[in-house]
């Protein structure tokens, strides 16, 4: 075996992995989310490490939100690495620490794993998460990164780890095994990948029974068709690639000591939210490991993010009561409530479309507003009461949905890292998300909206707390030489022209006005 395939053990690295952000990865969703199952984690000063941490953009943009905890990251590919140690730089970011690391070799020698403050981190970790990463490598490195995690965590430290599953991966399998033969034919692995999609879409065109049998394929090579191939590459040209089953991944759990917790993601802790048919088939499971093993076939589930704890912390009742009704959510400044009929609206989840209650989910976004609100506020609502737990489920339906966020007290402010990630997105740099301290998590930004506070970050370091929109104007214009820019106005894309100019101006004028404003609340400029 030559030393290049040896270092790689089979894992696909000739490219980078994307740019992505996860939110069910943010502390603060770990907790609500350990919270619902009883069992209590940190939100602050606290370790988290992060295995398979890739580019690091989202391990940054956490730190940022959490400048009183420590975060590490992981990564065996010295790109990713070296990518995020310099945008932890440009960001002023201090307490994250990127670590090129292999976990075959971490798993029986720690010692090089400590934090940026020079402390170690095995036995004295609060989270160790892993996403994605589990499914795409060998068993022998799989069962590393489960030793690691164990070896890591404290006692009462919460392990999260996402990864696909069987059933909703098997009609994939096919198409997977043939990427991998056109690739050990000598192809690129964006050649082998482009060259198998070819292939599959030749055998739909002559209607071969393969997508009549696998009804799911379609689908899923649809959307491949349309994602970056970075992440294609990864997921698919990987030698040991497969999807799991969870109650093998329990039992990896339980010989490191990890008990089962419960989903990271939100909608799947409520088993009312399911036929009843079926949640009672589900439910007369008593096992864990066959009553998430049912789950998943009745879901026909494809990705898993599941946490496990080292030793439960757990509340008791009037403690978990306390600390449920005293959870604080602020509305989001940026998606509005979906329209919908019969007075209901739909929320997309992992368990099929859920109709909820328009005008109640509306008055809880009120309610909650700017200044946030706690679940027992919210339920103690002026001439209304309801039962807490019918609120927890809506707000956590709403936090799922994107429309309420988990409030974070804290003095941080991102104005430095949302400043280099702004620049570096006019700059050409695929990065998709801003953080934001008070909501403990990050958000979305497209090309337009960096422009903009580029724009209006210059402009407030030029003395003018509020930005002058002439200023913010001319900004853009030295932005737009070399960043192209086109806008959707009446159906029409328009790049240039009056039209241009006069939507353009619009908008900057709106988001001084508003989303500006907005962003200062957040501390995020």
Known sequence: MSQSLDWKHGYFADTGYTFGYYRE??????????????????TRKFRYVDLGCGQGLGLILQAACHPESEFVGVDFMPAHVAHARRLAAAGGITNVRFIEGDFTALQNDPSALADATGTPLEGQTDYVVAHGIASWVSPTVRASLWAL???LLKPGGLHYTSYNTEPGWLAAKPFQHLVMLRQGQGRTGAQALRSGMDTFAALEAAKSKLYATFTTLKPRLDVAAEQDIAYLTQEYNNRYWEPLRVSDMMAQASAVKLDWVGSATLPEQFGNLLPPEIAKIIDSEADPVLRETVRD??????FRRDMYVKGSTVAWPTERLRRVSETRVVASHMLPLPQGNDGKMEIVT??????VNRAACQAILERAGEQGATLAELAQGPGRTEALGSMVQKVTLLIHAGLLYLQHATEANARELNGALAQGICDGAPYKYLAAPRLGEATGVDGLNAMLFAACANDELAGNPTPVLAHVLAHLAQLRQRVQLSLQVDGRDEAGGPVFEAELEKRARSYIENQWPAMKRLQMA
């Open 350 to 355: 992992t368990l099929g479309k859920v109709r």
């Open 25 to 42: 990865m943010a502390p603060c969703y770990l907790a609500w989310a350990a919270l619902l199952q009883g069992v209590v984690v940190p």
């Open 149 to 151: 995690a164990g070896r």
């Open 297 to 302: 076939l009745a879901v026909v589930q494809s």
